[in-house]
């Protein structure tokens, strides 16, 4: 049975295993072989660990568990960056591919949303490759409209990156 929870500080290794895995199943080809060869646990777990502590109680981390395996996370919190009017922002959502389409990814979603309800941040963005576009499909689905669009470097490539927002979130609870 899956169980939605919020993480706790042993899930945090399996939280950078799902992050790791999941992103390279899904983002070969969009973004370079060189950032993908440089990923690993240790430095997913590192990073997690860091964005946690920066920002603070706003932010959170909630898992589905499968019989006490961590099958895929979402985490959110205080909007990272000023895209304005946007106050919350969901940092990241990966879920391994076995249990996509069964309706985890929104349910994970309508969790972080309620906890920024709690932090006062009642509108949320969420940057995502432009060629991902399974993800944009989720996006959409659960009421998010294109906001921005960008050209990050990586690895000296150029990628052009999307942002959903929701200026109310209410659509993603149902
Ligand atoms: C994108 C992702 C989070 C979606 O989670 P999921 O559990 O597969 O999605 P759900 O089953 O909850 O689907 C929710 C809705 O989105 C729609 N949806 C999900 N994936 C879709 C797709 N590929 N194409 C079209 N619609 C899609 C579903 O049809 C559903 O719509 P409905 O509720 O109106 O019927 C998940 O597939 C994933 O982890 N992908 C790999 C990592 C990734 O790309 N993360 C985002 C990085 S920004």
Do not use: C
Not at 67 to 83: F, I, K, Q, T
Not at 140 to 169: C, K, N
Request: charged share 20%.
């Amino acid at each position: 049975m899956i169980k939605f929870r919020e993480m706790k500080p042993d899930d945090l290794t399996h939280i950078a295993r799902v992050n790791v895995d999941t992103f390279r199943a899904t983002h070969q080809g969009i973004v370079p072989d060189r950032l993908m060869n440089d990923l690993s646990y240790e430095t997913a777990e590192h990073r997690l660990e860091r964005m946690l502590g920066k920002t603070g109680r706003d932010s959170a981390i909630f898992v589905a568990d499968h019989d006490g395996s961590v099958v895929g996370y979402a985490m959110g919190g205080l909007a990272r960056e000023d895209l304005t009017p946007f106050l919350g922002e969901l940092y990241g959502i990966y879920i391994v591919p076995a249990y996509h389409g069964k309706g985890i990814g929104r349910q994970l979603v309508a969790l972080v949303v309620k906890h920024l309800h709690t932090q006062g941040l009642h509108s949320m963005f969420v940057w995502v490759f432009s060629d991902n576009v399974p993800a944009r499909r989720f996006y959409e689905a659960l009421g998010g409209h294109v906001v921005h669009q960008r050209r990050i470097f990586l690895a000296e490539h150029e990628v052009s990156e999307t942002a959903y927002g929701w200026s109310t979130m209410d659509i993603v609870l149902g």
